[in-house]
């Protein structure tokens, strides 16, 4: 099986561990994989503030550059929600290329997705030891249905903890260009989300998106928080942290 790995922009420039953990758990996996070196955005800042014409630009690069893969998997829901669900969307007028883009949507996975529906697997490659609270990243949770994979991969390692915080599935207020159009409100919603991961007493807040990875954590250490750890579900799920 050869799996042509998103790594996204923001793990690509900001934490690109995060992509190494991805892989091992894939190749632990059996999976062959291969990162693309030309890929760039999936489009979504631009879809998402109305500029479809630079959206369509660069779902025809990417439909270029993973269309001869047997799946493509993302670290990231919202990328991945942007390829499966709006990337046909966009070329709905376009009858053509719109059953190309259609069948390489339906083989795209956000990484827990696939791991657990796809794959299937039962074991992990490394072991992570300690209690952890998880937050379900809005994109990951509301279009592509992700919720029950990555907690059910936690429960593959015995030695994970799982503390489910209240309001697990609100929103932590990246939401993207929304956290900077919207700033003060951004602030306000993530300040309640902190406060739901506090009050589960966990140290460790596990998520699957680096956006809201970045939000909570950015916020966590503006308030003077230096212990509590946020981390990527597959730095998790590899032991990489």
């Given at each position: 099986m050869k799996i042509g790995f998103?790594?996204?922009?923001?793990?690509?420039?900001?934490?690109?561990?995060?992509?190494?953990?991805?892989?091992?758990?894939l190749e632990a996996a059996g999976c062959t994989v291969e990162v693309p070196m030309q890929q760039t955005c999936c489009g979504q800042p631009g879809f998402n503030s109305g500029d479809t014409d630079a959206a369509r630009s660069l779902a025809r690069k990417f439909l270029d550059e993973f269309e001869?893969?047997?799946?493509?998997?993302?670290?990231?829901?919202?990328?991945?929600?942007m390829v499966r669900k709006h990337y046909p969307e966009l070329f709905k007028e376009d009858p053509d290329i719109r059953n190309r883009i259609e069948a390489l949507a339906s083989r795209t996975y956000e990484l827990?997705?696939?791991?657990?529906?796809?794959?299937?697997?039962?074991?992990?490659?490394?072991?992570?030891d300690g209690e952890v609270t998880y937050h379900?990243?809005?994109?990951?949770?509301?279009e592509l249905g992700v919720q029950a994979q990555p907690r059910a991969l936690m429960a593959l390692n015995?030695?994970?903890?799982?503390?489910?915080?209240?309001?697990a599935r609100a929103c932590c207020g990246f939401g993207g260009t929304f956290a900077v159009k919207y700033g003060e409100v951004s602030a306000a919603i993530v300040d309640e989300k902190l406060g739901n991961i506090a009050a589960s007493g966990a140290r460790c807040v596990v998520l699957g998106d680096l956006g809201c990875m970045l939000n909570i954590e950015g916020r966590?250490?503006?308030?003077?928080?230096?212990?509590?750890r946020v981390l990527?579900?597959?730095?998790?799920?590899?032991?990489?942290a």
């Open positions: 998103l790594i996204t922009c923001l793990v690509d420039l900001m934490r690109p561990e995060i992509g190494m953990s991805a892989v091992k758990l001869r893969y047997d799946y493509v998997v993302a670290p990231s829901g919202s990328c991945g929600g827990t997705s696939f791991l657990h529906d796809v794959l299937k697997i039962e074991s992990l490659p490394g072991e992570f379900d990243s809005c994109s990951g949770l509301r015995p030695k994970i903890k799982l503390t489910e915080m209240r309001d966590l250490r503006r308030q003077g928080d230096e212990s509590t990527h579900i597959a730095q998790v799920l590899a032991g990489d």
